[in-house]
């Protein structure tokens, strides 16, 4: 793995890492490919940025093709219905932000936030 997000570092939580693992697999052959295609071109097409915006994974890549930017949309579409915390089918939500959790990671992130919520109740006596 050179060319494609391995090395790059992950901007998404680990719930996206099979979506983004998958998609760096099958992104691979098709970046051999162009540099097979184009011997010449200093750049090749590789992964500039991964990460989260708006509840979905953004991938960018330096280059695209036709087939890169089809396989990055269907992993940006399987992003929207997976939880970003663990991997489970989920859904957005709209927490003051987006993000696409599970039902028991939703649940989850809103006991913490009471939680916090009645730890500043008590600290501050209100
Ligand atoms: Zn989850």
Known sequence: MQSTAMCWGFGVDDGWFDIVWDLS?????????????NPNVEMH?????VKEKFGGL????????????????KAEALSYK??????????????GWIST???DCQKAWEDGQWKEIQ?????HDL
């Open 82 to 95: 997976t939880c970003e915390n663990c991997g489970n089918p989920g859904e957005e939500r709209s927490n």
């Open 101 to 103: 959790r599970c039902d």
């Open 119 to 123: 730890k500043m109740i008590k600290k």
């Open 58 to 73: 953004r991938f960018y890549m330096t280059h695209t093709s036709d087939e890169i930017s089809d396989l990055i949309g």
């Open 45 to 49: 097409p590789r992964a500039s940025q």
């Open 25 to 37: 697999s099958k992104l691979e052959p098709l970046i051999q490919k162009f540099i097979d295609e």
